[in-house]
């Protein structure tokens, strides 16, 4: 409370905190918002170029370390693992343990246990009954998303991510990443053969590819793939009237959706481009991001103050870019600068350097036009021609929009320093907190217990089967497709990697049997769910 009321005073008075009014026991429903790669410089900077307070300020209430396993510096990938399953891991890392283990107060990792797998809270919720939904602004196989959701041994596996995602059965998925689904030429397109939007159609899901789909939908199964790749940045998308919907948008019909279902919910939800703004050092594009996330925590609130019982907790995976309203311009003269001299030469922008860029014409002969849309006005001729023979265009561009605004940046990576924690309702976290208590605080709002969870759904399959006087092998006749066989007698299991389930011959019949979660591979061994070691019964 301390810290929400000094915070406050940042621009426009005391922030007023409305807590929640727990008015019923059941259902729990908790819904997770990380906006990625977003220091305090970004929001700091958002809240001056909307002119008020943000929707966050009025539940901000403490601070979360973000460190990895081996470094003060952390990546996605395992900062999304700590937030989403409560455990450290290593860079590129997705739902598993780590395997090295260099960080001060990180607890060292059994050999025997490296890399394998360990439970989410929406595999946990999932368990429990509950409806279980992810959005993302980038792929919906990113690093963060992903991390909610699969388990893979590096992040950039859109192949494994994106099937155990759709076997996973989550009831909403939302965001981009449609070329992982199914093959093609793209840098990501399928290569195992299998056509996920096949199976995404075949489970009942009402795929939707644009905005007015979505908000039409009925379904209480939604898939939303509203782009190949990642989502435009919001500034963007309002400029040129896209199909996409918003993220504020997604995420008020996910809530609407999820929130159907008598034993409640879990959500997940991204703002994945501020992070990418950052690594750009692009001021314009890292403000529309942050304020379009924003747009989204208010449409969680304003559910979870009607509702009493639902959880929502928003904050960022780590810093990126160390910007600052303050540069080397304003080493001297600081006290002197008003806020106008920060925020008016971005407002002049309606576009982000990405979607500016959009609009360049091969031979840059309406350079003049394009720098306009990113703010840059009344160039010389002499800034004109530098920018068209520029061989580094965005970066050029992106440093003379923050020299005239007084930004600075001191990196285009990411930064170690605590980033602020908002939540909000019952049970919500506060004070200064590691990554990993976000995930403990979920689990244990919603009755999951994370720990039983990983040995309910990730048993070693070699050691599993042959305790049970099995003959095992790993099938990778099919290199993109491994299979785990386990055979005794006249029973053979099959179990197909990142799928929920297997398929089981016995007395020369075959049956498919449901499993718990998905099947995963890290290369070494295979885990799968405790059931399917009774599958022979």
């Not at 025997?112 to 946990?124: F, I, K, Q, T």
């Given at each position: 409370?301390?810290?929400?009321?000094?915070?406050?005073?940042?621009?426009?008075?005391?922030?007023?905190?409305?807590?929640?009014?727990?008015?019923?026991?059941?259902?729990?429903?908790?819904?997770?918002?990380?906006?990625?790669?977003?220091?305090?410089?970004?929001?700091?900077?958002?809240?001056?170029?909307?002119?008020?307070n943000l929707a966050m300020d009025e539940i901000v209430i403490g601070g979360v370390r973000t460190h990895s396993a081996e470094s003060a510096i952390t990546d996605s990938a395992p900062a999304g693992t700590a937030l989403a399953t409560g455990n450290k891991s290593n860079d590129k890392v997705v739902g598993l343990l780590p395997k090295v283990v260099h960080t001060p107060g990180v607890d060292p990792i059994d050999p025997e246990d490296a890399l394998n797998p360990v439970a989410n809270v929406l595999e946990g919720a999932q368990l429990k009954g509950k409806a279980t939904g992810i959005i993302s602004t980038s792929e919906i196989q990113h690093a963060t998303p992903a991390a909610f959701s699969a388990h893979a041994t590096h992040r950039s596996n859109y192949q494994d991510i994106a099937e155990q995602q759709v076997y996973q059965e989550i009831?909403?998925?939302?965001?981009?990443?449609?070329?992982?689904?199914?093959?093609?030429?793209?840098?990501?397109?399928?290569?195992?053969?299998?056509?996920?939007?096949?199976?995404?159609?075949?489970?009942?899901?009402?795929?939707?590819?644009?905005?007015?789909?979505?908000?039409?939908?009925?379904?209480?199964?939604?898939?939303?793939?509203?782009?190949?790749?990642?989502?435009?940045?919001?500034?963007?998308?309002?400029?040129?009237?896209?199909?996409?919907?918003?993220?504020?948008?997604?995420?008020?019909?996910?809530?609407?959706?999820?929130?159907?279902?008598?034993?409640?919910?879990?959500?997940?939800?991204?703002?994945?481009?501020?992070?990418?703004?950052?690594?750009?050092?692009?001021?314009?594009?890292?403000?529309?991001?942050?304020?379009?996330?924003?747009?989204?925590?208010?449409?969680?609130?304003?559910?979870?103050?009607?509702?009493?019982?639902?959880?929502?907790?928003?904050?960022?995976?780590?810093?990126?870019?160390?910007?600052?309203?303050?540069?080397?311009?304003?080493?001297?003269?600081?006290?002197?600068?008003?806020?106008?001299?920060?925020?008016?030469?971005?407002?002049?922008?309606?576009?982000?350097?990405?979607?500016?860029?959009?609009?360049?014409?091969?031979?840059?002969?309406?350079?003049?036009?394009?720098?306009?849309?990113?703010?840059?006005?009344?160039?010389?001729?002499?800034?004109?021609?530098?920018?068209?023979?520029?061989?580094?265009?965005?970066?050029?561009?992106?440093?003379?929009?923050?020299?005239?605004?007084?930004?600075?940046?001191?990196?285009?990576?990411?930064?170690?320093?605590?980033?602020?924690?908002?939540?909000?309702?019952?049970?919500?976290?506060?004070?200064?907190?590691?990554?990993?208590?976000?995930?403990?605080?979920?689990?244990?709002?919603?009755?999951?217990?994370?720990?039983?969870?990983?040995?309910?759904?990730?048993?070693?399959?070699?050691?599993?089967?042959?305790?049970?006087?099995?003959?095992?092998?790993?099938?990778?006749?099919?290199?993109?497709?491994?299979?785990?066989?386990?055979?005794?007698?006249?029973?053979?299991?099959?179990?197909?990697?990142?799928?929920?389930?297997?398929?089981?011959?016995?007395?020369?019949?075959?049956?498919?049997?449901?499993?718990?979660?998905?099947?995963?591979?890290?290369?070494?061994?295979?885990?799968?769910?405790?059931?399917?070691?009774?599958?022979?019964?």
């Amino acid at each position: 409370m301390a810290a929400a009321i000094a915070f406050s005073s940042l621009g426009y008075g005391n922030v007023n905190l409305t807590e929640a009014k727990d008015k019923k026991k059941e259902p729990t429903n908790v819904i997770m918002m990380v906006m990625d790669g977003t220091s305090a410089g970004a929001t700091t900077l958002a809240r001056w170029y909307k002119g008020e307070n943000l929707a966050m300020d009025e539940i901000v209430i403490g601070g979360v370390r973000t460190h990895s396993a081996e470094s003060a510096i952390t990546d996605s990938a395992p900062a999304g693992t700590a937030l989403a399953t409560g455990n450290k891991s290593n860079d590129k890392v997705v739902g598993l343990l780590p395997k090295v283990v260099h960080t001060p107060g990180v607890d060292p990792i059994d050999p025997e246990d490296a890399l394998n797998p360990v439970a989410n809270v929406l595999e946990g919720a999932q368990l429990k009954g509950k409806a279980t939904g992810i959005i993302s602004t980038s792929e919906i196989q990113h690093a963060t998303p992903a991390a909610f959701s699969a388990h893979a041994t590096h992040r950039s596996n859109y192949q494994d991510i994106a099937e155990q995602q759709v076997y996973q059965e989550i009831d909403v998925v939302l965001g981009g990443g449609k070329e992982s689904l199914a093959p093609g030429s793209t840098r990501n397109a399928r290569v195992d053969g299998e056509n996920l939007l096949d199976v995404i159609d075949e489970n009942g899901y009402d795929f939707v590819e644009t905005r007015d789909e979505l908000l039409n939908s009925s379904s209480n199964k939604i898939w939303g793939s509203f782009a190949p790749s990642a989502l435009a940045y919001d500034f963007d998308r309002q400029a040129t009237n896209n199909s996409e919907p918003s993220i504020a948008e997604m995420t008020k019909k996910a809530i609407n959706t999820l929130s159907k279902d008598e034993d409640g919910f879990f959500l997940f939800v991204e703002g994945s481009k501020p992070d990418w703004a950052a690594h750009a050092n692009d001021t314009v594009g890292i403000v529309s991001d942050v304020l379009a996330f924003d747009d989204a925590v208010k449409e969680a609130l304003d559910f979870a103050k009607k509702d009493g019982n639902t959880m929502v907790i928003a904050v960022s995976d780590h810093g990126n870019s160390g910007i600052t309203m303050g540069n080397q311009n304003t080493n001297g003269n600081y006290p002197e600068i008003p806020v106008s001299s920060y925020i008016d030469p971005l407002k002049k922008a309606t576009m982000t350097v990405e979607g500016a860029l959009k609009q360049l014409k091969s031979d840059r002969s309406n350079m003049k036009e394009v720098a306009e849309l990113y703010g840059l006005d009344n160039l010389s001729d002499a800034e004109i021609n530098s920018l068209k023979a520029s061989k580094s265009l965005q970066s050029d561009m992106v440093k003379m929009l923050a020299d005239r605004a007084n930004i600075g940046y001191s990196t285009g990576g990411h930064t170690g320093e605590d980033v602020f924690l908002y939540a909000y309702g019952p049970s919500k976290p506060y004070g200064l907190v590691d990554n990993t208590d976000i995930a403990k605080t979920m689990a244990k709002f919603m009755g999951v217990d994370l720990e039983k969870t990983t040995d309910q759904l990730f048993v070693n399959a070699k050691e599993a089967f042959e305790n049970k006087n099995f003959k095992t092998r790993i099938d990778v006749t099919d290199e993109h497709n491994p299979v785990f066989v386990a055979e005794k007698g006249n029973i053979k299991i099959e179990l197909p990697v990142n799928k929920n389930y297997a398929n089981v011959t016995q007395n020369k019949k075959t049956f498919t049997k449901t499993l718990d979660g998905v099947t995963v591979y890290n290369g070494e061994e295979f885990f799968v769910s405790k059931n399917a070691l009774n599958l022979s019964k």
